[in-house]
């Protein structure tokens, strides 16, 4: 039997609903912040879907924080779909997105930097990040308390583009 295909393609307007509950369940299990329906309406242009077999199995997204620097957000796989490999190649997809618009950094806060170590990122001081923190973070309701580790990947292959 062949294995299932797994399609990586920009998200529509129909996949907010399945977007948000994917979202939603991974906010409830306290893996990433929530985020509303509304927001992914305004936000949909920067999610990048893996669908297998029609089903929504893995999220993520790419935010542009100033001329140099994005951030992948909200990303998720579903639990039927753990361990195949589709995070590494939603935030794959990610990356080469940010590679194509010109952005010399990729940042994210994340629970699982291990993850995103793989991938070569590194951990870095939020300090590092002014227009996370100011633009969004300052917003958050865990701005006092944060409690995700940020990480960083240098797209020019500088040291300290920070």
Same mark, same amino acid.
């Given at each position: 039997?062949?294995e #299932?295909v797994?399609?990586?393609r920009?998200a529509?307007?129909a996949?907010v609903?399945?977007?948000? &509950?994917l979202?939603?369940?991974q906010?409830?299990?306290?893996?990433?912040l929530p985020?509303t329906?509304e927001?992914?309406?305004?936000h949909?242009?920067? $999610?990048?879907v893996a *669908?297998?077999?029609?089903?929504?199995?893995? =999220?993520?997204?790419?935010?542009i924080?100033?001329?140099?620097?994005g *951030?992948?957000?909200? %990303?998720a796989v &579903?639990?039927? $779909?753990?361990?195949q490999?589709?995070? *590494?190649?939603?935030?794959?997809? %990610?990356? *080469?997105?940010?590679?194509?618009v010109?952005?010399k950094?990729v940042?994210? %806060?994340t629970y699982? #930097?291990?993850f995103?170590a793989r991938?070569g990122?590194e =951990?870095v001081? !939020?300090?590092?990040l002014p227009e996370?923190v100011?633009?969004?973070? =300052?917003?958050?309701? !865990?701005f006092?308390?944060?409690d995700?580790?940020?990480v960083? %990947?240098?797209l020019?292959?500088?040291a300290? &583009? &920070?």
């Open positions: 039997m062949p #299932p797994v399609a990586l920009a529509r307007l996949d609903p399945a977007i948000h &509950a979202l939603r369940e906010a409830a299990a306290g893996n990433l985020r329906q927001n992914l309406v305004r949909v242009r920067d $999610f990048v *669908e297998r077999d029609g089903v929504l199995a893995a =999220v993520g997204a790419l935010e924080m100033g001329p140099d620097l *951030e992948v957000r909200s %990303l &579903a639990p039927a $779909f753990h361990r490999g589709l995070g *590494e190649r939603v935030t794959r997809a %990610l990356l *080469e997105q940010a590679r194509a010109g952005l950094r940042m994210a %806060l699982v #930097p291990g995103f991938l990122f =951990v001081s !939020k300090d590092d996370k100011w633009q969004v973070c =300052v917003k958050c309701y !865990k006092n308390r944060c995700e580790i940020a960083m %990947l240098r020019d292959g500088s300290d &583009a &920070a």
